[in-house]
């Protein structure tokens, strides 16, 4: 399992990508881990996933940058989510998900799921198949950012 685990997580570090608009767009993943200092404070570290087991928190980060000559207008990142990762959070950000594979969207907490007896439940975190981050204003030329969002392995 461990192993299936990191080859899926390596898959996930394409490298660079260039993205319509010509927005180049960095992925990386990261489990987070918390350790106490001497002083007994706690320390959030980010560290490379070597290994991950269930119950590890990752942490997915998106880096774009506007390569083009031109502001990318009405830009869209959207980003599968792994099977074998719970959506956690996006933190300050509010992206849209999708719990149907990317064919519709919304804000989680307006979703719901139908159930085999036609009722329908409210959507829940383990649901999310994609998230989406629709840019509202153009990147300008040369303008970066960064994107993030957190997961939990199955």
């Known amino acids: 399992m461990r192993t ?24 990386d993943v990261f489990v987070e881990r918390v350790t106490t200092d001497a002083q007994g404070k706690q320390r959030i570290l980010l560290e490379e996933p070597k290994i991950v087991v269930p119950g590890d928190r990752l942490v997915f980060v998106l880096n774009y940058r506007n390569a083009g000559a031109q502001p990318a207008d009405k830009f869209v ?6 099977a074998a990762v719970r959506f956690a959070d996006a933190g300050d950000t509010r992206p849209l998900v999708s719990i149907d594979g990317g064919r519709g969207w919304g804000q989680l907490d307006q979703l719901t ?3 085999n007896d036609g009722t329908r439940r409210a959507a829940q975190p383990d649901d999310v198949t994609h998230i989406r981050w629709a840019f509202q204003k153009p990147i300008p030329v040369g303008g970066s950012g960064k994107l993030m969002f957190r997961g939990v392995v199955k």
Do not use: E
């Not at 997580?9 to 319509?20: E, I, T, V």
């Not at 990142?77 to 792994?82: A, D, E, S, V, W």
């Open 4 to 27: 299936v685990l990191f080859l899926f997580l390596a898959a996930l570090l394409p490298g660079q990508a260039l993205a319509a608009n010509q927005v180049a767009l960095a992925n």
């Open 77 to 82: 990142i959207t980003n599968p989510l792994p």
């Open 113 to 115: 799921v139908a159930l």
